[in-house]
């Protein structure tokens, strides 16, 4: 018989805390479907977009029966180069497709994020009562991170901001020694 201790916690707080919303515009999301035999040359063709300098904001996957689906998250000034260079790759590429839209992102952390269920719940049914339309959310251990359509994303952080605790300004001075 196991003799070992185990300890689980739950942290919950009635409003969550946040650090703040950060507000990221002037993007570009661009989706490609990708067919099973061609995931490694998608991979060739982001390297090479690495190489070049070019980064991401994000970039998420899923699977799909059509093959891998995958969405990067890129500063619109890069638009063109990278339409360019994945047009590259889709040349003559069998099961691929690809969708460019204008986007926007705000993503937000907090302390216990890790350690509590029910916050990206919490974000969705903020964002939804108000009928902020989501393009797609996407999660780490601390973060997270709703890429919306352009013009949203202010509106979105003043329907989040009801739900969440944010940090207050200080209204008390530091002094400072003289010197």
């Known amino acids: 018989m196991d003799k070992t201790l185990e300890t689980r916690a739950a942290y919950w707080e009635s409003r969550i805390k946040t650090y703040g919303f950060q507000r990221v515009t002037d993007l570009s999301l661009f989706e490609i479907t990708v067919g099973r035999a061609r995931i490694d040359s998608l ?9 070049a300098g070019i980064g ?34 889709v ?6 497709t690809r969708r460019t839209s204008p986007a926007e992102m705000v993503f937000f952390q907090g302390p216990h994020f890790g350690d509590r269920y ?19 959310t996407a999660c780490s251990g601390s973060c997270i991170y709703i890429v919306l359509p352009e013009g949203q994303s202010e509106e979105a952080v003043v329907a989040l901001s009801e739900v969440f605790d944010i940090p207050r300004a200080s209204s008390h001075k530091r002094s400072v020694p003289a010197g």
């Open 118 to 136: 029910g916050i990206v719940d919490t974000a969705l049914r903020a964002l939804a009562a108000k009928g902020i339309k989501m393009t797609a």
């Open 91 to 96: 040349e003559g590429a069998d099961g691929v």
């Open 56 to 89: 991401f904001h994000l970039v998420f996957s899923r699977t799909s029966l059509r093959g891998l689906e995958v969405s990067l998250l890129v500063t619109a000034q890069w638009a063109k180069v990278i339409e360019e260079r994945m047009q590259e790759f």
């Open 43 to 51: 991979g060739r063709a982001l390297c090479r977009l690495g190489d």
